[in-house]
């Protein structure tokens, strides 16, 4: 008897429509084929075909990426939105700042005390 393996994990899994593909990878290399072709078709006479294949590949790889390309479950264009977001919209280094609320309580106090007229008050030690 044949045993099929099932996923436990049932969120991974995705629709697969025709030939094995998902929706998104359909239509990524339908619009990759509309970009492409037509590109081809129109300059293999006066660039030469591998000019104009070549060509064709790098207009149509975007989409062959946008397509295929996933990063811990993520797309490429969320991928992309992420690094965009942390280089340049977030604050790279951030300022760890820290108020001792003892030192102010210190300072407050020798203050006070000046203003009274006590003569032994604690000073700062220099560091």
Known sequence: MAYVSVPKD???VKNKLVLNLTR???ICFA?????GLPF?????????TTTSATCMVLLM????LFAM????GLPLEKVLMN???T??????????????LYEKKKAVARKGAARKGARNVPKKKKR
């Not at 619009?31 to 970009?35: G, S, V």
């Not at 390309?69 to 811990?72: G, I, P």
Request: glycine fraction near 4%; charge should be positive; hydrophobic fraction near 45%.
């Open 83 to 85: 690094l965009f977001s």
């Open 40 to 48: 081809y078709f129109l300059t293999r006479e006066a660039l030469g």
């Open 31 to 35: 619009l990759a084929a509309a970009i």
């Open 69 to 72: 390309y996933e990063r811990d």
């Open 10 to 12: 049932l969120t991974k």
């Open 61 to 64: 790889l975007p989409a062959f």
């Open 87 to 100: 280089k340049f919209l977030r604050p790279g280094v951030r300022k760890y700042e820290m108020t001792n």
């Open 24 to 26: 998104r990878q359909i």
